[in-house]
């Protein structure tokens, strides 16, 4: 007698195969060529991707948690993403606020029919035509000035302890004369190396950054209407017009502050270098390029400069250097009375309380460059708080 046929056993399981394996991918494949067969037809020739559908039901607890967790998730790692690109931001913030302050110029030779592309191009290149011609004509007595007040400190010291008591007691106390001696003396030959090493890694870090500040600042300035244009974008469109006023007044600010505050240096360097050369004091265009570097920091910049330029005239007399110290007095006040309103008054309007507040806030968080930036980032928070905060809160 013949066996029954077992489904599990024989010919019965390629039929099986056949009969369910095939159909069941088949299956599969429907959704997809459906949804291709769908996606061919939304697309339009005024919405090649198709119009976007429906929004999620924001309440959704489900929804809702997400989304708080992705928030502190962001939030989280957008400031760790900050912390360890701090050096890398500063950079391009410096090379934003040059880009700011140059725009006037290109956009002055613009107007003038020329094209931006040939416009940055002049700008950069009367730039850096001018700071060649000042580093060709002052690095070589910048450099023997420089040398030769290192190689005649001790004498200095010496000299100013014979002429002033008052630093004979000094260097009796400190030993000042001992240890500057030993600073720059034979002995210490490995820890000079060390600090040219030192130095050397400071002035490649300093070149490198100023390389990319500066490739920075012109791709800025050839794509500023594109950035100005998208981030305005960003606004919604019922506020777009007044965000365009608003931005375009804190662009103002910003590049008169940065192209007044490098005219008042070049000024006050320019003073002080024909003060030091009328009364003889040693070293005038090292300690002039000092004031002016020193002189772009607010508030505290020029006093700092004034002590050190002090010290060095005390080499040659001291009436001299209580004349250089009312000297600075003078140059102050004309800075801060004649040439800052005249020069940055009128497009930065910060008063003296919050400019103090904001270049020690600056300096605390990002030192030297932030007391730079602290100005005009002053200037823009009071015009949005005028603009926008007080409004509202005055109509509450």
Known sequence: MPEPENPAFGEAEPAHD???GQPHTEAEGQPIVAAEEDAARISSPAHPLGEPGPRFNRKSPFVIGLTAAA???VT?????ALIAARGVLILIVIA??????LEPAVSWLVHRRIPRWAAVTVVFLVAFGLLAGFLAAAIPPLVTQGTALVDNAPDYLHHLQQRYPTIDQLNSRFHLQDKLQETIGSENVPSVLGGIVGAGKVVFS????AVIVVVLTAYFLANFPRIRASLYRLAPHSRRPRTILIGDEIFAKVGGYVLGNLLISLITAVLTFIWLIAFGVPYPLLLAVLVAVLDLIPIIGSTLAGIVVALVALTVSLPV???TVVFFIALRLIEDYLLVPRIIGRTVQVPPLVTVVAVLLGGALLGIVGALLAIPIAAAILLLAREILFPQLDRR
């Open 18 to 20: 056949d009969a369910v």
């Open 71 to 73: 928030g502190v998730a």
């Open 76 to 80: 989280y790692g957008g400031i760790e």
């Open 96 to 101: 934003a606020f040059l880009a700011v302050g």
């Open 206 to 209: 300093a070149i490198s950054g």
């Open 321 to 323: 250097s209580l004349a």
